[in-house]
């Protein structure tokens, strides 16, 4: 009978996924409910890609609100309602990945 070799190899994980998490509570309604929500089972690769693009995208808005109330025009609210939207999704994909983080580490037995 023959020994299996040792290795070093691990075995490749499995990309972690996305949980459900609401985002843009519902004013009307104390239900707790969400307008939108970020969906369970995306990649969480996917989920921070996303997170990183919409991300920059409100660093970009930012800067051009700076820039414009720095030349002294005008900033509208409906820009900053757009900042708190943008904002909100941000953060929304990254507790879902979080979520998903903590979700697979206990199904695994937690630190090994």
């Given at each position: 009978?023959?020994q299996?070799?040792?290795s070093?190899?691990?075995?490749?994980a499995q990309?972690?996924?996305?949980?459900?998490?609401?985002?843009?509570?519902?004013?009307?309604?104390?239900?707790?409910?969400?307008?939108?929500?970020?969906?369970?089972?995306?990649?969480?690769?996917?989920?921070?890609?996303?997170?990183?693009?919409?991300?920059?995208?409100?660093?970009?808005?930012?800067?051009?609100?700076?820039?414009?109330?720095?030349?002294?025009?005008?900033?509208?609210?409906?820009?900053?309602?757009?900042?708190?939207?943008?904002?909100?999704?941000?953060?929304?994909?990254?507790?879902?990945?979080?979520?998903?983080?903590?979700?697979?580490?206990?199904?695994?037995?937690?630190d090994?």
């Open positions: 009978m023959s299996p070799k040792n070093n190899n691990q075995p490749p990309d972690s996924l996305t949980t459900e998490q609401g985002f843009c509570e519902t004013p009307i309604d104390n239900k707790g409910e969400y307008m939108l929500q970020v969906v369970a089972g995306i990649g969480s690769r996917d989920a921070i890609q996303q997170a990183r693009t919409l991300a920059s995208g409100l660093g970009q808005i930012c800067q051009h609100m700076h820039d414009s109330l720095n030349y002294g025009e005008m900033v509208y609210c409906d820009g900053m309602a757009t900042l708190k939207f943008v904002a909100d999704s941000v953060s929304a994909l990254l507790w879902s990945v979080q979520r998903g983080l903590s979700s697979d580490i206990e199904s695994s037995g937690g090994q």
